[in-house]
């Protein structure tokens, strides 16, 4: 009984100080991690990847809870009533977060979100299936000019990075297509691989799972992509075309400056283990190191690059 | 064959202990209205990450189908579908339980759900790469009219009542377009509020619409809960006879439910729906549907058993998960470093075939696992006062509705449309049309603006939505589905005059009252307000995009229409002089209204005040209202202390083992 209570008593006096602790122990308790979409998406799958590094790089676990609702605007509308004590922290995505508050009220506003760290990004790129009459991009484009409209892209969602791309590479190629949303990154990949489209603008992660089922025509990054040494870049086939979707961390907006810095940290750290490169890199992410200090000019130089996106898709005049 | 030798594999007393503990806790979780699958599994994937592969995939497939499994504990013993997956299971399995049979109809749910995940989980282990292909069969328009078909068993739903059925119905597909759309990206509906950005929840709002109602009318009457049965226990072996004598409709829901598994976003409550329609359509006696046969309980419970097998043939083979649990377990196999897709079968084959033959065993395990369950459950949900039970169910809805999203918006909008749903129904508005509505209306919806894309960017929308094979045996069925109700309907009307006989027929417990031959003015009234709700509807999709409003409109217009044609049909009738649906304010409806005011207090003040404090001044607050037989203090003090236990206990489940954020408040 003695030590029953003496244990008990231990557990609050090493429980008291948490308030207290400085930014070089946190975190010293499981910390909560929100994504604000549904499981099995590349926000979950890369969150998990962290998750599977996470104990190791800070010596506590962390717990991953879905929110989904709104694309990602119910969740992050919340973010800044939850508690600045750095030990909950929530997926943010671009260009979501500048895109929906642009669209209409969402709830929040992008200078709200508190992100601390983008850790990668998945390029968007374009997919036929291994039936398709296309093996190269300038077949499709020669196709799409000679048939206005004709060619359909399968996408994830309105308004979003596959739909930007889509808009975007009509404008670089001069061609009209005809972008088809459905309602995630699954369902517009079966739409792919079952032929009701004729391609589709998905992110390049979708090419790994489904290996030579699907073929992947050019790709939205700056370099050609690790696990896809073959296929090449929109830029180097001379269209100025690198984008997608870009995943981070961030805080309520009342975490205090070293905490957002620590967590910011800690996501770096991730970064560079060699589990996590290897798991992100051959599944077709892109490994990127914005971290907290860099991210008022990242931002500011997304939401310059999607306000051009946002007239283009006729959400704001 | 190689396939034969994992099973000694996957027998490893570690894997049957996984599997074990996974189906307990998946029935039990899944028994709980709210707490879902996926969220057992998402909470447990950490703890598999230093598992053997197999091993994990093992444990959280066994959670996955006990889950689908348990839903139907709450779908037969309280009429609220424990998951989204067994909606039609409440069709008869809680008119069986309160006519005494609801012992009987938990095994008869066993032994079909058993039955379905077999069949579920073979098709997987046997013929999973060529069953693949059918997931890539289903275009957008193959999409469009499985949700049509969905929605014709409305016809059967409500028989001598369509144009109730029809404009509930409407109601649902209204509300399933609340929110961001998918297609086009529009916010619609929202009137503005925070709240309504990300839709309506479906499974907040099933708890609503079955379970609030069961609330109201338990604490109206002294009546028990449920008929105790004459014979006591879970019946196994009546059960087991019944089952077997529906061996016919057992299979054909089984591969109902393999096949509609398989489809990516189709899901269990499509599959439940679809095979319940077709053994009522095949049913020698079809008019007993919806009134306690057994044969509907069996449909559904297979169907949706047998979509956990079906659902992991995409995941596995395409990399496309076929439900969210599946989403999951596809990323935790990421996370393990396997490889999913086309290759799986060959490069990993022994990780994914232990795990198959787990996911079997874990299945048979259902079976003494369920009727030890459901011996308990049954016996307890019967025993159980009145007082004990009414706020016990009340704190189930609020908590499985909040922890969906961990959020208190979800559990407020399900109380306010319990009550809507209780006052509609007691005008012949049932709640089922409206869930169909709601659960097929985004599918319907976005296989419909897809394939209307698609097909103008060709210049062949006709051709799209109607030449494609698949399709045109969709619409086949679809056009039987909705004629041969209506057509068995005339068939036994004629019987009847030419018989004259004057005998009542008995509709207790009918899922559909018929109608009046009165007029009823309040239907009238009702229908003259959704016509106006239409009329909103349409107006508000002027400022929408093209993609975004082509579906509103249309429904706004049927609503419309079958509101005039509700109207219209009452005016033809003569006028009555006793409204069925007098509101009297007797003991029973003030009963009822103290509840609903005190569920409603419960849900907005839980934010503010904290939920542990709130919870159990509610629940207390039940209790009073729910007591008809005023005992004496002993048994009050012993009642007070199950209620702080049960509060307290679920809020620990909840916090401790669910890991959701708990609303804390001002108190706690």
């Keep these: 009984m003695k030590t029953t209570l003496a244990t008990i008593f231990a557990g609050l006096l090493a429980a008291t100080p948490l308030a207290a602790q400085s930014a070089a122990d946190f975190p010293t308790q499981p910390m909560t991690y929100i994504i604000p979409f549904n499981a099995g998406g590349e926000s979950d799958i890369s969150a998990r990847f962290q998750q599977a590094e996470w104990e190791s790089v800070t010596g506590q676990q962390v717990v991953i809870q879905y929110q989904a609702g709104a694309g990602g605007a119910q969740a992050w509308s919340q973010l800044n009533s939850l508690p600045g004590d750095g030990y909950t922290v929530m997926g943010i995505n671009l260009p979501h977060t500048i895109l929906q508050p642009m669209a209409g009220s969402v709830g929040y506003k992008t200078e709200d979100l508190t992100p601390v760290h983008y850790f990668h990004y998945t390029p968007d790129a374009i997919f036929v299936r291994k039936e398709s009459q296309f093996t190269a991009l300038d077949q499709l484009i020669e196709y799409a000019k000679a048939n206005p409209g004709l060619v359909t892209f399968a996408g994830s969602g309105s308004n979003s990075s596959n739909n930007l791309a889509a808009i975007r590479f009509n404008e670089l190629a001069g061609v009209t297509t005809t972008y088809v949303p459905f309602s995630g990154t699954g369902p517009s990949i079966t739409a792919v691989l079952g032929g009701s489209t004729m391609a589709g603008f998905n992110y390049a992660t979708s090419g790994v799972s489904q290996g030579d089922a699907l073929r992947m025509l050019a790709v939205a990054a700056d370099e050609r992509l690790a696990a896809f040494p073959d296929v090449p870049t929109f830029k180097e086939l001379g269209y100025e075309l690198v984008g997608g979707a870009y995943r981070g961390v961030a805080v309520p907006a009342s975490t205090p400056e070293d905490l957002r810095q620590r967590i910011s940290d800690i996501v770096s750290e991730i970064n560079a283990q060699p589990g996590f490169v290897d798991k992100m890199e051959s599944g077709g992410f892109v490994l990127t190191d914005v971290g907290y200090d860099q991210m008022d000019a990242f931002v500011a130089k997304r939401v310059e690059e999607y306000t051009a996106g946002a007239k283009a898709l006729g959400i704001i005049q | 064959m190689d396939i034969i030798g994992f099973l000694w594999d996957a027998l ?359 009727l030890l369950i459901g011996r308990y459950a049954y016996a307890s949900i019967v025993k159980v006062p009145k007082t004990v039970l009414a706020p016990t169910v009340a704190l189930l809805t609020i908590i499985g509705s909040f922890a969906i999203h961990s959020n208190m918006d979800d559990a407020q909008l399900m109380v306010g449309l319990g009550i809507i749903a209780w006052i509609l129904n007691r005008y012949g508005f049932q709640p089922s049309p409206i869930v169909l509505g709601l659960v097929l209306g985004s599918i319907a919806e976005q296989g419909f603006v897809q394939t209307w894309l698609i097909g103008n960017a060709s210049g062949r929308i006709p051709e799209m939505f109607f030449g494609r094979p698949i399709s045109i045996g969709i619409i086949i069925a679809a056009l ?141 607050a039940v209790m009073v209202i729910a007591d008809h037989d005023r005992p004496p203090p002993q048994t009050w003090a012993l009642w007070i202390a199950t209620a702080a236990a049960i509060c307290a206990g679920l809020w620990w489940l909840m916090a401790n083992v669910l890991l959701l954020r708990m609303p804390a408040g001002l108190l706690f």
């Design chain 2, 12 to 370: 490893t007393p570690v894997n049957l202990v996984l599997a074990l503990v996974g189906v307990v806790l998946g029935t039990v979780i899944g028994a709980l209205p709210g707490l879902s699958a996926t969220m057992a599994v998402a909470v447990l994937v950490p703890f598999t990450f230093t598992m053997d592969p197999a091993a994990g995939l093992i444990a959280l497939g066994a959670i996955y189908t006990g889950a689908i499994y348990g839903g139907a504990f709450a779908a037969i013993l309280v009429n609220t579908p424990g998951t989204p997956s067994s909606i039609a299971t409440t069709f008869d399995g809680f008119p069986m339980a309160k006519r005494g049979d609801g012992g009987l109809a938990l095994s008869v749910a066993t032994f079909a759900s058993v039955a379905g995940g077999v069949v579920g989980a073979v098709a997987l282990l046997l013929l999973a790469p060529p069953l693949a292909k059918v997931a890539l069969a289903f275009g957008p328009t193959e999409y469009f009219w499985l949700a049509i078909f969905g929605l014709t068993l409305i016809a059967a739903l409500s028989v001598g009542n369509t144009s109730k059925g029809l404009i509930g119905a409407c109601i649902g597909l209204f509300l399933s377009m609340i929110g961001v759309a998918v297609v086009g990206g529009d916010v619609r509906y929202t009137l503005g509020m925070q709240r309504f950005l990300g839709g309506i929840d479906l499974t907040s709002a099933i708890i609503g619409l079955y379970c609030v109602p069961v609330i109201l009318d338990l604490v109206a009457t002294a009546d028990p809960h449920l008929k105790p049965s004459a014979q006591g226990g879970l019946r196994v072996r009546e059960g087991l006879a019944i089952a077997m004598k529906s061996k016919f409709n057992l299979v054909r829901s089984s591969v109902i439910g393999t096949v509609i598994g398989i489809l990516p976003g189709a899901g269990g409550s499509i599959a439940g729906l679809v095979s319940y329609s077709e053994a009522r359509r095949s049913s020698k006696q079809s008019e007993t549907f919806g009134k306690g046969n057994p044969d509907g309980v069996i449909a559904t419970e297979a169907a949706n058993n047998a979509t956990v097998g079906g659902g992991f043939i995409p995941t596995l083979v395409l990399g496309i998960p076929g439900t969210p649990p599946d989403a999951i377990i596809l990323g935790a196999l990421l996370v393990q470093g396997i490889k999913i897709g086309p290759t799986l079968f060959t490069t990993d084959a022994p990780v994914v075939y232990t795990f198959i033959w787990g996911l079997l065993i874990a299945t048979l395990l259902m079976l003494p696992v369920g």
């Design chain 2, 480 to 620: 039987v589905t909705l004629t041969f109700p209506i057509w068995v309907d005339w068939k036994a009307r004629r019987r009847k005059q030419l018989e004259t006989s004057s005998a009542p027929a008995d509709d207790a417990g009918a899922s559909i009252a018929p109608e009046g031959k009165t007029r009823d003015l309040a239907g009238m009234t009702f229908a003259a307000s959704f016509a106006v709700l239409g009329l909103a509807i349409w107006s508000g999709a002027s400022g929408l995009t093209m993609l975004g409003s082509v579906f509103p409109r249309t429904i706004a217009m049927a609503l419309a229409v079958f509101s005039l044609m509700l109207i219209a049909q009452n005016l033809r009738r003569p006028v009555g002089t006793a409204g069925r649906a007098k509101f009297a304010l007797d003991t029973g409806g003030w009963r009822r209204l103290l509840l609903g005011a005190v569920m409603l207090a419960w849900v907005f003040l839980l934010p503010e005040i904290g939920f542990l404090v709130t919870s159990f001044a509610a629940f207390l």
